[in-house]
């Protein structure tokens, strides 16, 4: 059987498809660390982390922020589900660098009602998606 010339990814959330289409690589934040799928990759299902995806098509890369899902691969398929994701061009830096601060702040200050994991997974996602935003802009 011949190895396929691209992958096909799909990558979506509850609420809207981020891509549909075929690309030569792409790279996902896995639960045992990150990792790289190219076609003719052998099967796998994977849980996945809150951190940056990056899919590349040629000499393109686009990026996105993902927390929480699962990837399905198969020799020619990516099936990315995630219960959040943003391409990196729709993420609000504005809104983001408020989210960090937020989460900073009740870091900070803990109250007895505080969830401290809840809180350090704000602040995870938060430093997350600046540095997906800020990347990917750097990189036109």
Known sequence: MAIPKSIRL???T???????????EVELPGE???????????????????GPVWYRTGGEKRYAFIADGFAEVTGDRVS???SVAERAEDIDITRAEAAKRRA????????ADLDMERARIGMLRAISRLQIARQSRTRG
């Open 10 to 12: 799909e990558f979506v």
């Open 32 to 50: 045992e660390g990150f990792f790289a799928v190219l076609p003719g990759h052998a099967p796998l299902l994977a849980a996945l982390k809150t």
């Open 104 to 111: 900073e702040d009740r870091l900070a200050k803990p109250t």
């Open 14 to 24: 509850p609420e809207r498809a981020i891509a549909h289409e075929d690309v030569d």
């Open 80 to 82: 990315v589900l995630a």
